[in-house]
């Protein structure tokens, strides 16, 4: 079946400093790959997509990029801020099905 | 805001108890999706519907079941409850029954089974 592995937290970093969330997955065919984010007390928030190989999401800053032959979407941001304090989540939808299957969650603790 | 809206925020109920969860999609969106976030099992999905019919189930319990109505709101029902049912629910909703659409999620119900 499909599943995703991201690397475990917390990551905590200083302002302005270079952030990567490692992220593989295990799936069948081509699955559409996704960061969602969730800040405290608060539902998911879809952060960026890419839907096929080479495809590159960006939002808000934050890049990631489909590798089909490393089996990965690392989530990566320049400059983090105090805002962006929160747990990451990569999850990726399949053909075999609808539903998004979701990685552990990363939380990210940003000091100023 | 996603413009997912759930009710209620919060419920406390006691073990035994049956309880529904109700969840409105964006205006437009065909699918909705139930998800159980729980801190031993993490996000886990566990039923979807498309414009009425459902389409999968994850690991939803046989104590829970789940409907969505012409108006394409959704219901989620959960009985015989237990302490390990604690957990937040949330639903999500999507213009299209594919996966490659992206899934808006609400807020949230964050239900405690005491």
């Known amino acids: 079946g499909n599943s995703v592995t991201q690397m475990e937290g917390p990551v905590t970093l200083s302002e302005e400093a270079f952030l990567t969330i490692n992220c593989t997955y295990t799936a069948t065919g081509y699955p559409s790959l996704f960061w969602y984010v969730q800040y405290p007390g608060e539902g998911l928030q879809l952060l960026l997509k890419a839907t096929k190989a080479d495809d590159k999401g960006s939002n808000k800053g934050f890049e990631a990029t489909y590798r089909k032959e490393t089996t990965s979407f690392h989530l990566e941001k320049g400059s983090v801020q105090v805002s962006d304090s929160a747990v990451y989540f990569c999850?990726?939808?399949?053909?075999?099905?609808?539903?998004?299957?979701f990685g552990g969650g990363t939380r990210l603790m940003v000091k100023p | 805001d996603s413009g997912v809206t759930q009710t209620p925020k919060h419920l406390i109920t006691a073990t035994g108890q049956r309880v529904t969860l109700r969840c409105s999609p964006r205006s437009g969106d065909l699918s909705v999706y139930w998800y159980q976030q729980s801190l031993d099992q993490g996000l886990q999905f566990l039923i979807h519907y498309y414009n009425g019919e459902e389409r999968a189930k994850g690991n939803i319990l046989e104590r829970f079941s789940a409907q969505q109505f012409p108006d394409l709101h959704s219901e989620l029902n959960l009985s015989s409850l237990e302490l390990g049912d604690s957990a937040l629910y949330f639903c999500?909703?999507?213009?299209?029954?594919?996966?490659?659409?992206?899934?808006?999620f609400g807020p949230g119900t964050r239900l405690t089974v005491t």
């Open positions: 999500a909703s999507s213009v299209g029954g594919s996966g490659r659409y992206e899934q808006y």
């Open positions: 999850a990726l939808s399949g053909n075999a099905g609808n539903m998004l299957t």
